[in-house]
């Protein structure tokens, strides 16, 4: 339990909550695609008197509302601020990874993932920016004091039980 609630509506987390919300929504999208590419099944299988496209985009609705009642049923917000709040021991590390893509040198695009890690080893990664990144992950360092932030192979063997071999990640560490 945290001494301080009020921690949990920190402005340093918003990004982490936007972030959340952004991959909600992008879910909903999607499903509601896939609702509209199934019933243009259906038609197109109604009209050229083909059953087994009509039989595919009625599977394919059905799919597509379960998976967006699912969205619209769960509340990944109300869930953390709660997992922060009440059960902040569950999460025993913390920490962020940038990715920078840089096609012929040039850099493009960088995108910051925050990872968060439980004590039964499940992962939770939610993409943010990079300058964001190192804000909530200050925030969370008071919302979590007893977690461990930044990365190192130990923590990974540690947490995981294995270390992801990611390349050219230790580059600058090997120079002597």
């Known amino acids: 339990?945290?001494?301080?609630?009020?921690?949990?509506?920190?402005?340093?987390?918003?990004?982490?909550?936007?972030?959340?919300?952004?991959?909600?929504?992008?879910?909903q999208f999607a499903a509601v695609g896939v609702i509209i590419?199934?019933?243009?099944?259906?038609?197109?299988?109604?009209?050229?008197?083909?059953?087994g496209w009509a039989?595919?985009?009625?599977?394919?609705?059905?799919?597509?509302?379960?998976?967006?009642?699912?969205?619209?049923?769960?509340?990944?917000?109300?869930?953390?601020r709660r997992q922060f709040r009440e059960e902040p021991e569950t999460i025993v590390w913390v920490y962020g990874l940038v990715t920078e893509r840089m096609p012929f040198g040039f850099k493009t695009v960088s995108v910051g993932t925050l990872h968060l890690v439980e004590t039964d080893g499940t992962?939770?990664?939610?993409?943010?920016k990079p300058n964001e990144l190192k804000l909530v992950t200050k925030t969370l360092n008071r919302v979590l004091p007893h977690a461990e932030f930044?990365?190192?192979?130990?923590?990974?063997?540690?947490?995981?039980?294995?270390?992801?071999?990611?390349?050219?990640?230790?580059?600058?560490?090997?120079?002597?």
Request: glycine share 8%; hydrophobic share 40%; net charge positive.
């Open 1 to 27: 339990m945290l001494k301080d609630q009020r921690i949990v509506t920190h402005p340093g987390l918003n990004p982490l909550w936007e972030s959340m919300e952004r991959d909600r929504r992008q879910q």
């Open 150 to 176: 930044g990365y190192t192979p130990e923590r990974e063997m540690k947490h995981r039980g294995e270390v992801t071999n990611f390349k050219g990640r230790d580059q600058f560490n090997q120079i002597k």
């Open 123 to 128: 992962i939770h990664a939610f993409g943010m």
């Open 55 to 80: 039989m595919l985009g009625g599977a394919g609705c059905s799919a597509a509302l379960w998976w967006l009642f699912r969205i619209l049923t769960e509340q990944p917000l109300a869930f953390w």
């Open 37 to 51: 590419l199934s019933l243009l099944c259906i038609v197109v299988g109604v009209v050229s008197r083909r059953l």
